[in-house]
């Protein structure tokens, strides 16, 4: 016996960013795109492509480097749009690690990885400051490495600035330390990528999924529009939601990620073609996909208008979000206090890009 | 492209009760066996019977009833063993919300339950207590029974003595309110079922899976059994494993839904013919499988052996487990603190189980 559910399997345990996927469900609009959606969560995040790629689960959350590597290997998957766009990657560690910005203080680290991508793009810098890989210790560590860096099992670890950032900075309250003493070397400063797209959350399907059932994705799609959409209009509200339907949401450090998250959610759920062309370069330069790979993505799936590109406010725009981001951590609040990013000229942050599409 | 991995689906977000399908990983107890599992969350308990039955998730866990009734209304789904056995089961209410221990008392109040059974069972009992189902209003709550009590959304709720009793005294206990306010009218002593073996959690695959890979399903039964004996025979090592993989695991309330699962834990993994042969009889009884049915159940997966069945102990085994249960909410420490069950004569609790199997 068959069932209508599409299945939809996370990248990482519930985490505040994922709020428009709860909230299309908490609000009914899965029902009222005349779908029904099983959300699922993975304990291992190097699971999901294959699982999503082998058929097993209809659709699913990534990031743009394991969506393209995904492919590489086989598995058939393609973006159909995007969660969160460019949140600021790197190796996160703590004052006082002997770690500092310059990159060849991780000689003789332990660096704690997710996956394997992890490790693949700091082995690539590490040629790059005239060091090997063999120079730092890698250490898989899972979905543990804020945990892991608590517990100075890893001296730094590879994370996202609103995510693993933001678990210690709150831990470091907790122990009386400033949540300054946390830092990052961003892996798109120190790979010059000009972003950090890599790691943008995409929403990603199976293709024989999506060439059986476009209709369901497209539904799934705009479901999801409107959820974003009520989730940058009623941002307490949309939090308020998310906690109700999942209880691991109320934590401080939770309310605090979901701050740190805001500036990064895609408004038009859009996947960027400028971002899928850095990263496909970004992949064969990582030896992970063919030269002639060409990206797995569409837009074909979106039934509204997308955002333009703004290719000459890139560097503008990063500057902004990290000023703004800044300024969050520093006030301990963000949106939910009333606290909005602000918009320089041109620069597609935020609020800005929904003027866009709006 | 295919994968190798099992997929398995949780029956609810990872619960300490699950420790032996995570220390299997953690320990390496799946990679020994030759097999990579998957281990999948739901965020919808319901969800579950259909996508394992469908095919889309090959195995996971399940309550007796909800395994039955899957089966009953076409999803090929078999139970191939038990991961927790009877825990106490009932509507869960607070000391002050005018519900006593008389089934009656609940008339005009709201219940809240998870999935459709919940509502079922209660359905039925309202006949034998001489009232009907419009006699208290029924409220789907899905995963947030206590959240729900603890906001007075719903006036008592279906749950697990390990699990929901426990959330609400912790909560008591923050209020200032003694934990004993926390009171359950069971469900097996108003149906006079004898046990609450409805509720046992097994172990489930999707059947055309055991077809093609039954020696895959032998492989993880095997390593849930390996992972289960460590459990016994070292449960502080083993809860401090499973928090390390399983953050959220890490609370004071987690800590004590271990030490009230630990005495319902099944220590041979094995499906128990008794309790199948009870809760068949109840779904027939309720309505939710024709006379006919044969229960889906099997413990060829096994191979190891398994305890002997005790059925003339079986209520001194429940009054053993309940006045144990009431010790360790009472002293606020149970196997962690080195409290462990005791054994009456003949009784099938905790220990005595295993000292069969050995």
Redesign the interface.
Known sequence: ???D?I?F?LNW??TPYHAPI?LA?AKGFYKEEGIQV???????PS?VT??I??G???MGAKAMIHTIAGSA????IESIGTLMDEPFTGVVYLEGSGITTDFRSLKGKKIGYVGEFGKIQIDELTAHFGMAPSDYQAVRV???VS?AIKRGEIDAGIGLENVQMVELEEWCKEQGRPPSDVKMLRIDELAELGCCCFCSILYIANKPFLSSHPEKARAFMRAIKKATDYLFTSPREAWEDYK?????MTSAVNEKIFERSFVYMSRDCANVPRDWQKVTSYCKRLGVVPATFKPNMSNSFLSWQLAEQDDAGAEEKQRAIQGYQMQVAKRGEGILGGFEPELGAGVGVGVKRAELVA
């Not at 290997?73 to 058939?76: A, K, S």
């Not at 109700?244 to 691991?248: A, F, H, M, S």
């Open positions: 016996m068959s069932t559910k299945t399997l345990h519930a709860f469900q099983a959300i699922l969560e993975p304990n291992d699971d294959e699982i790629g082998s097993k689960v209809d290997r086989g598995f058939p899972g979905m543990n945990d109700l339907v999942k209880k691991t």
